[in-house]
């Protein structure tokens, strides 16, 4: 009798290939041998390449305009100030672990974003970062919690990564990692499992928290400083966490090693909205007194064409007749302004007065489709190498610190993906993967059908 089939998905949030497959490699003698045994390769996020909404567009494979998930917060409607953060309820699409489920497969799902508030699932399953705190209710089922808070007390979902006390920051980036850890090894020996998938957000915390100080090439970066070596360190902790998983799980188990998207060092923040003042598209009533967030200014709507949200790429909103309660744009011209606006945003120069290289898209461009409350265009500033400013009220247009507190490093497109399997044996490096056909290549590694509706398909090492 065949063995049944497992999967174990170890998922390491904004990991990057340039670290894992290079600079890091000789260090990491488990995530190594994963390499060695099996295939691995760079892995294209999705558009926007941001935790919210990749994790789901892997776990569904449908593209964000697809989800109607462009981000961690949404414009609710056509609202010029109101908001919300996208959650567990705002995903529509059926989960990787839904269909398995239909085929009566068990599955064990912690962190996978967003994850609040927790689901029904064919198991177990842990929210993730975005739940609020410890005191409500983060499992199914519910009683899990007892059993999670008897070994690690309250449960850390994150830690606290934009502040200035990188010390106390560190030791708490720890204590999160061993927490959760301690609670997977605990899940994965005591729960009967068919699919076993996690996220581990610290890895990305370490990034936004500690890059400068030891990517050599960030502009920021001083050799010799107390963290240089914090990087290393901590990818080392996660691969010897990784070879306790893998002892756990059993030689016969397919593994998968993934990450949402990679991460690069930040070169600074450019302040959108006040370069929007300059260009005449947004207009104020009065000017900024200090730094302020956008929804608190005083925009004059009856004669402002667009302004934006800020983040790791920018977000742009027409203010458009019958669409926005003050619109000006004609319904009619709104194509023929955002060509005009994107053609000025390709012109931005950094401060030395080098041509960005900035990419401008709209999001039917991007997607098949795009429902949900969509931007009507999306920046990324210099190759997402330059935050946006949403704020307002600053002596620059370029601030060399992220406006939102201390973060040096941004996003990259591409993240890591290793796929280790016995039947599929040693392939070594491939060409780039999508994360679209992530959730596609699972179902056919269970012999499951793959749904029409999924937008990729299963990787050709799965399917010979």
């Known amino acids: 009798m065949a063995a049944k089939k497992r999967v174990l998905i170890i998922g390491l949030d904004c990991a990057e290939p340039k670290l894992v497959f290079e600079r890091f490699r000789e260090h990491l003698p488990n995530l190594r041998k994963l390499m ?26 449908t593209s ?21 953060i996208a959650n567990s309820l705002s995903v529509k699409k059926e989960k990787i672990w839904d ?12 962190s996978i974003p967003p994850g609040y508030p927790p689901t029904r699932v064919n198991g177990e399953l842990i929210s993730c970062f975005i739940t609020p705190d410890a005191d409500r209710e983060y499992t199914y ?14 449960y850390p979902f994150d830690v606290e990564f934009r502040i200035e006390n990188r010390d106390e920051l560190h030791k708490n980036l720890i204590d999160m990692t061993e927490k959760h850890f301690q ?9 009967q499992w068919d699919f076993f998938m996690f996220n581990e957000i610290g890895v990305d915390r370490l990034h936004h928290a500690f890059w400068k100080f030891f990517d050599r090439d960030h502009p920021k970066y001083v050799p010799g400083n107390p963290y240089e070596t914090v990087g290393l360190e901590y990818y080392k902790r996660i691969d010897d966490h990784i070879g306790r998983l893998l002892s756990i799980a059993g030689p016969d188990t397919t593994v998968l090693v993934i990450s949402d998207h990679g991460a690069k060092g930040m070169r600074g923040a450019f302040c959108f909205n006040q370069w929007l003042i300059k260009e005449g598209y947004l207009v104020l009533k009065e000017d900024p007194q200090k730094i302020i967030e956008f929804e608190k200014a005083a925009v004059d709507w009856t004669r402002t064409k667009a302004w934006a949200w800020g983040g790791y ?11 926005e309660e003050q619109g000006i744009i004609e319904p009619e011209d709104l194509d023929k302004e955002r060509l005009e606006l994107t053609k000025k945003i390709l012109e931005i120069r950094d401060p030395e007065g080098r041509k960005m290289d900035t990419k401008v898209y709209r999001p039917e461009e991007l997607y098949k489709v795009s429902v949900g409350d969509r931007p009507d265009l999306m920046v990324y500033f210099d190759d997402l190498y330059w935050r946006s400013a949403g704020t307002l009220g600053h002596d620059s247009l370029y601030l060399s610190e992220n406006d939102t507190g201390p973060d040096d490093a941004v996003h990259a497109q591409y993240g890591i993906f290793i796929l280790k399997d016995r039947k599929i044996g040693k392939i070594g490096h491939i060409p780039d993967v999508n994360i679209l056909d992530v959730a596609p290549t699972l ?13 990729g398909k299963p990787l050709g090492i799965v399917s010979n």
Not at 39 to 51: D, F, K, V
Request: charged share 20%; glycine share 10%.
């Open 183 to 191: 609670v997977i090894e605990h899940l994965l020996s005591t729960r």
């Open 313 to 323: 790429y920018a977000r742009v909103f027409f203010n458009v007749k019958g669409r």
């Open 64 to 84: 964000p305009g697809g989800l109607g998930i462009y981000g961690f917060r949404h414009r609710r409607g056509f609202s010029y100030t109101d908001g919300y």
């Open 99 to 110: 269909i398995l489920a239909n085929h009566d497969k068990k599955v064990c799902i912690v």
């Open 443 to 455: 179902l056919k590694l269970f012999d499951i059908p793959v749904p029409g509706s999924m937008e």
């Open 141 to 154: 089922p519910p009683i899990l919690k007892q059993e999670i808070e008897k070994m690690v007390g309250p």
């Open 36 to 61: 060695d045994d099996g295939a691995y390769g760079r892995m294209e996020s999705c558009h926007p390449p941001i935790t919210i909404p990749a994790w789901m567009v892997m776990s569904t494979s």
